[in-house]
Structure formats: C-alpha cells, structure tokens
C-alpha cells in the first residue's frame, strides 16, 4: 500500500510539531503539509487531496467543524478530530463512530486512532452516508456543541479553563482578552468566534467589545439613552451598547 498523505491541521505550532513527531516513525504516514487555520484547511484539502486529515476543532477563521461543513462531508478524507473537548462534549463524536484524541495528545491513544485510520483506508465500508453528514446535522438541529472548558493560550502554553471559571471577555484591537479571576489570557480571536465557544445560556454579548458571564452580573444600573452598566461581582464595570439593547432587555425580563 502506498503511503497515506496526511494533513495535519492545528492554530498551535507546537501541537502541530507534537503531532508530526508522533508520525515521523511510521512509514505508513507522509505528511504532506500543516495548515494553522480553517481557510487554509479548506483550501490544502481541496488542492492536495489529502488520504487523512488530523484536524483541530478550536481554532481561528473556521473551527474544525466549520471545515468539514465548506468542504462538505461527503468529500472529506478520514478525518481525526483533534480536541480539548472533554467527555461530555465528544458523546457526539462517539455516536457516529467518529475518531478523535483528546488534548493533550497521547502516544498511546493517537496511535490507536491512526492504526484504526489506516484499517479504514484499507478496507472502506461500502459507500453510505458519511458519519460526518450525520454529525453535522446532529449539530445544527442541537445547536453547536459547546465545551464545558476551553483551551487558552499563555506563554507558548495550552491551559484548560472552565467555562463557568470566565468572568468576562473583551476585544482589544485584532485580540480578546479573557478575564478568569485575576487571571488575564490574550487571544488572537475575534469576540464573534469566541461567542460561538461559549454557552449561550450563560454569556450574554453586551457590547460589541464585551461578552459577560450572568452568573458574574451583581447589578445593573440605568446609563445613558436605555444602556446599563453593569457591575460584576469583583467590581469591574461593563457599559452596554446600543446594538446589544434589545439582548440585554431579553436577559432582564427573563431574570425578574
């Protein structure tokens, strides 16, 4: 059997490195290339036609899932998802038979996914409607799975944070900056993608440069022409905006 073309996709050099290292002894596997986000993802995928993706979900531009759903599930390769999602999110992933590995990666366990990546390609299942079809329309009826912590980077390092541990984020120029305690982790993000990482029912957009956790919200005091500022339960002070008023209606009337 000829090698399988392998793409390896991942926002984190070292992830990417990591990955790669676990590869390099097999010579089943040629990497042919990494991409640190989704466009380009979809773009590598199209033009080199990759056997085997190994593929990040959380990452900028276009998460993992967001990849498959542009470059459509029946065109996929085999396909490893690659994620910090815990247990509780990934049930989906197991419901369709998907394969992933779970951050930080295992050598054990990746090369479990790869042995059963390459007894797929030897022996494809006769044609059916792809698993990832599946999950995708899973996804969509559900609304988007959501972790119950999330990866944040600081000084070159992955750290797992709680999503009920975040206090508040802001955007700063091309950035966001998550607050968790007094600790401070700088994204390069957009607030709308992070948005999409976060549990709806428990973070409400503000303002276009704020997101807050309700569950941080200690008052909320009248401001000018209908806005609020609201008062977190450090002390911090959250204005909102116009373009986020009828939202923040939403909130109070559901909380009176």
Same mark, same amino acid.
């Given at each position: ?7 390896? @996709? ?31 993802? @979809? ?9 085997? @993706? +190994? ?26 998802? @690659? ?12 419901? =369709? ?8 990666? #295992?050598?054990?366990? %990746? ?25 995708? &329309?899973?996804?969509? #009826? ?32 091309? =950035? ?7 600790? +401070? ?5 957009? +607030? ?8 709806? =029912?428990? %973070?409400?957009?503000? =303002?276009? $440069? #704020? ?12 401001? %000018?022409?209908? &806005? ?14 116009? $373009? ?6 939403? %909130? ?5």
């Amino acid at each position: 059997m000829e090698q399988i073309r392998t793409l390896i @996709v991942d926002d984190e050099p070292l992830a990417r490195q990591h990955l790669r290292g676990l590869l390099a002894d097999d010579p089943e596997i040629a990497v042919i290339g990494e991409c640190g986000n989704g466009r380009d993802a @979809v773009e590598a995928i199209r033009s080199q036609q990759p056997s085997l @993706v +190994l593929l990040d979900i959380q990452m900028p531009e276009l998460n993992g899932l967001a990849v498959v759903d542009e470059v459509g599930a029946e065109s996929m390769p085999t396909t490893i998802f @690659v994620t910090a999602f815990d247990e509780y999110a990934v049930k989906a992933f197991d419901a =369709h038979a998907l394969d992933y590995v779970m951050k930080p990666v #295992s050598r054990t366990r %990746f090369h479990q996914a790869i042995a059963r990546a390459k007894s797929q390609l030897r022996d494809p299942a006769p044609a059916a409607r792809p698993p990832l079809a599946a999950l995708l &329309d899973q996804l969509r #009826s559900e609304g988007t799975a959501v972790p119950r912590r999330i990866a944040l980077k600081r000084d070159g390092r992955l750290l797992f944070v709680r999503v009920e541990d975040i206090d508040w984020v802001e955007a700063s120029d091309d =950035h966001v900056v998550v607050h968790v305690g007094r600790e +401070l982790y700088r994204q390069r993000d957009t +607030l709308a993608r992070l948005e999409q990482r976060l549990p709806p =029912h428990k %973070f409400l957009r503000v =303002h276009r $440069s #704020s997101i807050v956790n309700v569950d941080r919200i200690r008052e909320m005091q009248p401001w %000018f022409q209908g &806005d609020f500022v609201l008062i977190l339960v450090d002390g911090t002070r959250v204005t909102t905006g116009r $373009s986020y008023r009828e939202r923040v209606r939403e %909130f109070i009337e559901k909380s009176m």
